[in-house]
């Protein structure tokens, strides 16, 4: 029903860049929330970054004043800007959605994307 689809993550030097960018499609009536979260090897899932449809921002502790989140509403897609990059961002990167499909627009439905490696060498 809905697929998100993650691109650009890759191997990069510590201080360095990337940018992850999520496209959400199918019978999609409306998105609230968008985000991204990562899984380091044995570690737990966690947040990294989330907006609303709003544009309101939340950031993890770990990445504030290096990620930005940004998205586009029209294009259902979400960014994810990141700066000097640290070995302790490796992980891969999930994007996750709040959606609401058309055939029950009163339900919000929970997507996850396949999931990016990102790679920050030291």
């Known amino acids: 029903q809905v697929q998100l689809v993650e691109s650009g993550g890759g191997l990069v030097q510590a201080g360095g860049s990337l940018r992850l960018s999520c496209a959400a499609s199918?019978?999609?009536?409306?998105?609230?929330?968008m985000g991204w979260y990562r899984q380091a090897p044995g570690k737990q899932r966690e947040l990294v970054a989330t907006?609303?449809?709003?544009?309101?921002?939340n950031y993890a502790d770990s990445v504030k004043g290096r990620f930005t989140i940004s998205r586009d509403n029209a294009k259902n897609t979400v960014y994810l800007q990141m700066n000097n990059l640290k070995p302790e961002d490796t992980a891969v990167y999930y994007c996750?959605?709040?959606?609401?499909?058309?055939?029950?627009?009163?339900?919000?439905?929970?997507?996850w994307g396949q999931g990016t490696q990102v790679t920050v060498s030291s």
């Open positions: 996750n959605a709040d959606v609401r499909i058309f055939s029950d627009p009163h339900r919000v439905n929970d997507y």
């Open positions: 199918g019978i999609i009536f409306s998105i609230n929330v």
């Open positions: 907006i609303t449809s709003g544009g309101r921002l």
